[in-house]
């Protein structure tokens, strides 16, 4: 921490710290819950050991995942010991899933936050700084509509250098699929007003952000009160003077209809050529068992429809590998759809049974073991997919936002080209430019690049 955030933080109200797993939808909660306790006067530090109040924000959507909270919380467990004043706190989908079970499995947190309950955080943590000794063990999951009205203008939001921005439309899921506790966690869909969503784009470009990319579980079921779809506020905002990117995550194969495709083409070129579209299994009798609400031959049919209407298009995904009624034929019908989309990207896991899941009542989890050994070949067969696509990138000139130094090398910058292809490179420029690079390497998952010229 600078000397000058020291000075704020010692006449401010406290000092916080937010760790988060998870996926955008989580980073941007964090950012939402942040901005709450800011405006309550608090400041952000680094390290939970100089924090005044502690926040674990969390993922549920894999059993790993919120394992790792309750390791979390046990190193935790010390600095609690030692700072009884020291304010725990836990939020999002663990939180929302097993809410008052967290007390119970470790007594020395606080408060309990749900994925929807973000205007309350600053107020049960103020009563518990100020001795009100009511607000402990408080768990607060009730699935109301605060969270997808919180102000935009209160998001903390990193200032200098922006690059990119997240913004939420819709959250929540009404889809049912069987392995999923999306809609336990966040509930049943809820829209932002369409004017609402246009202008918080309409600041993140007053502010300097380039690039946007629209959230939700289920972001191409967006329909504002007004009947507007996830398509008409693609068109809107590349209509935005500044806003050069735009993105959409996580979309849903059956809510892909034509009038959205036709809208995907209109917003180009500020609409990137990248789609996140999930398949999770290549076999009709597996996707029926999931209650994915489509066949291979509809999502097949999807890919070939937006590549007709946007031929530069890359596809990013995911897989679940033995779900537990997939035979060993369920599978190779998996990998020779991936073989078949040709992703550029694809996130695989092996299936993990999720409390208050459909899936549960089916036929029992197959082996462990089996489980790896198919995931294991489903990622050699990407990984060949993926070393191919990426070769073809030798020699071409991208234009990379730049997004902050190398997390594995701090010397070197890096960034995204429009596909969603990471860029590493060498040479002076800053977060939030668009620079014009020669890819010079390649591998499965990233390019390097020649610094040529700033495009801007």
């Known amino acids: 921490m600078s000397a000058r955030e020291a000075g704020r933080a010692s006449r401010s109200t406290g000092r916080y710290f937010v760790e988060t797993w998870g996926c955008q939808m989580n980073v941007l909660d964090a950012d939402k819950m942040s901005g709450a306790l800011e405006t309550h006067g608090y400041v952000r530090v680094d390290r939970a050991e100089d924090a005044d109040v502690v926040l674990l924000n969390t993922c549920s959507i894999r059993e790993k995942a919120a394992e790792k909270v309750f390791s979390e ?53 103020n009563r518990l700084r100020s001795g009100d000794s009511s607000a402990r063990h408080t768990a607060d999951v009730a699935l109301r509509e605060d969270s997808i009205h919180f102000p935009f203008d209160q998001i903390r939001r990193e200032v200098g250098g922006a690059a990119k921005a997240f913004v939420t439309v819709i959250e929540g899921c009404n889809h049912r699929c069987a392995f999923c506790i999306v809609p336990t966690t966040r509930g049943r869909e809820v829209c932002r007003p369409f004017d609402d969503v246009l202008a918080e784009v309409r600041a993140l470009a007053a502010r300097g952000f380039r690039e946007i990319e629209f959230l939700g579980q289920t972001v191409n079921a967006y329909r504002d009160p007004g009947g507007r779809g996830l398509g008409d506020l693609l068109v809107a905002a590349a209509g935005v003077d500044g806003i050069e990117r735009i993105r959409f995550t996580t979309s849903h194969p059956a809510q892909m209809t034509s009038g959205l495709i036709e809208a995907m083409a209109a917003a180009r070129p500020k609409l990137c050529p990248y789609l996140h579209l999930p398949v999770q299994s290549g076999s009709d009798a597996v996707l029926r ?50 073989r078949a989309v040709g992703f550029d990207t694809l996130y695989s896991f092996a299936y993990s049974p999720r409390p208050g899941t459909a899936a549960l009542d089916l036929a029992p989890d197959l082996p462990g073991g089996l489980k790896l050994a198919r995931l294991a070949r489903l990622q050699s067969a990407q990984r ?27 010397g070197e910058w890096t960034g995204r080209t429009p596909e969603a292809r990471i860029v590493n490179f060498q040479g ?8 014009r690079l020669l890819v010079t390497h390649a591998t499965a998952f990233s390019l390097r690049g020649s610094l040529r010229t700033s495009a801007s």
């Open 384 to 410: 060949e997919i993926q070393d191919a696509r990426a070769a073809a990138w030798v020699g071409r000139t991208v234009d990379v936002l730049v997004e902050g130094p190398s997390k594995k090398d701090p």
């Open 428 to 435: 002076h420029t800053e977060p939030g430019r668009i620079e």
């Open 289 to 338: 068992a999931m209650r994915r609400g489509y066949d291979r031959a509809g999502y097949l049919a999807r890919i070939d429809a937006i590549r007709r209407m946007i031929p530069e298009m890359c596809f990013g995904t995911d897989v679940i590998v033995g779900f537990p009624t997939e035979t060993d034929a369920d599978f190779e019908e998996t990998v020779s759809l991936v």
């Open 73 to 125: 919380l046990g190193r935790l467990r010390p600095l609690k010991v030692r700072r009884p004043d020291l304010v725990v706190g836990v939020c999002g989908c663990v939180a929302q899933q097993e809410a008052e079970a967290i007390f119970a499995r470790a007594p020395y947190v606080d408060i309990v936050v749900g994925t929807r309950a973000t205007s309350s955080l600053p107020i049960l943590v």
